[in-house]
């Protein structure tokens, strides 16, 4: 029979990534996004313009329980992966209110028409390394105390225990990732990694004179979306719901990024790079780096794509990107 799962944030990164898994495991993919989108599909669905016809999208809110319980009394799921989220950080301390609105009771709802309507869909939630924020211990793992340091942090911390509470109460399979940083070609803009990427191919082709970056110091653990989400499906394949680290276990400086980023064309990243004080975050994160032994034990998960070669498929993939875009222009 062919397993059928719903993903909340389907066109995002980790959305658009998952869903190419899953069909490629045979499932029938569906995805949970805004009306506006299926409205303006060239721009708010473009991670997915390679599957769109082989997937199915309804139109619902986070926001609004009634929209979320009308898409599951339509269909019924096998696995509902929940990874919408309002993510940047450094948004959630322009706009804390909002992050918290969406990223908690967005999971509240879905938790909670899930069980009112298919108590046996397997839930997974999307939880992230922000949660530990002023580490207790290096590297984290899954017992390690959380200590968030953002009003992100905060909402993933609520969204974390929502899922361990309907586990607990209510016997349902939610399982929680604690994602540590991941990153492809399909970042959004506003991330770091993606800023220093398409900030190299826009300096190499002449379109910028500088990339202004804030803590070059800040570590971060980083790996592949791609790989990531393998890990998002393993979990709920398992006999039973559970928590997992999942990293790489290094971590690099975001100047460590900025060198290779900046080398991968030829530039010296010391000669572009101007540090902001405006784009520090109020309270920073030094260090985040995880212990994904766990997974690798029970979920037989390893990443594939090490630091460099992430570094590198990002930088050629905005130089590619904007040079085609500025030869578009040209015609």
């Known amino acids: 029979m062919t397993k059928k799962a719903l993903i909340t944030g389907i066109t995002g990164q980790d959305g658009s990534y998952l869903a190419e898994h899953l069909l490629s495991l045979g499932y029938e993919v569906h ?11 060239e721009h708010r669905l473009s991670r997915l313009r390679n599957i769109l016809g082989r997937i199915q999208n309804h139109a619902a809110s986070l926001e609004s329980y009634a929209s979320v319980f009308s898409v599951l009394t339509k269909q019924q799921f096998d696995e509902c992966y929940h990874l919408a989220a309002q993510s940047f950080v450094a948004e959630s301390f322009v706009d804390g209110f909002s992050t918290m609105s969406t990223n908690i009771n ?7 028409a899930l069980r009112e309507l298919q108590p046996k869909c397997r839930f997974y939630f999307a939880g992230s390394s922000e949660m530990f924020g002023n580490v207790r211990e290096n590297p984290q793992r899954e017992n390690t105390p959380f200590h968030p340091r953002s009003p992100y942090g905060i909402s993933k911390v609520a969204g974390f225990h929502l899922t361990i509470n309907y586990r607990e109460a209510y016997g349902m399979f939610c399982s929680n990732g604690i994602l540590f940083n991941h990153e492809s070609p399909r970042r959004g803009f506003e991330f770091v990694t993606r800023k220093i990427t398409e900030g190299v191919a ?45 990293a790489t276990g290094e971590a690099h400086s975001v100047r460590e990024f900025c060198q290779l980023a900046f080398a991968e064309a030829d530039l010296d990243y010391q000669e572009w790079v101007k540090t902001d004080p405006a784009v520090y975050r109020p309270a920073e994160v030094d260090l985040l780096i995880g212990d994904a032994a766990k997974a690798h034990k029970v979920l037989d998960w390893h990443p594939t794509v090490d630091f460099r070669n992430l570094v590198r498929e990002m930088v050629h993939s905005d130089l590619e990107l904007l040079g085609s875009k500025r030869e578009s222009a040209t015609v």
Do not use: C
Request: hydrophobic letters at 40%; aromatic letters at 6%.
């Open 106 to 112: 967005g999971t509240h709802y879905v938790l909670a």
């Open 202 to 246: 826009r300096i190499k082709l002449g379109l910028a004179k500088d990339l202004k970056l804030g803590n070059l110091d800040a570590k971060r653990d980083w790996g592949h979306a791609r790989d990531y989400v393998t890990a998002m499906h393993l979990m709920l394949q398992q006999p039973s719901p559970d928590d997992y680290v999942v």
């Open 31 to 41: 995805g949970l996004v805004r009306r506006v989108a299926l409205e303006q599909p």
